[in-house]
């Protein structure tokens, strides 16, 4: 969650990202949980519920799930 705050070491790497269509999204209940406020994130990155949810409805879109 930190490198999508604004201003993180990697900010303009997500605006490049995000302008070549990545889409970058953070966990709400993370967020919630270390008070994190979507003013705080990057202007690229979306909120979705839960992190865990959101890569279940991906693999089952038929996404890989690749773990660093």
Known sequence: ??????????????????????????CGRTMKAQKVAKADLHPGVDVVPGGVVEIISKTRDGWTYIRP
């Not at 930190?2 to 953070?26: H, I, N, P, T, Y």
């Open 1 to 26: 969650l930190a490198m999508f705050r604004a201003g993180s070491e990697v900010d303009k790497r997500l605006s490049e990202a995000a302008q070549a269509g990545v889409a970058l999204r953070a």
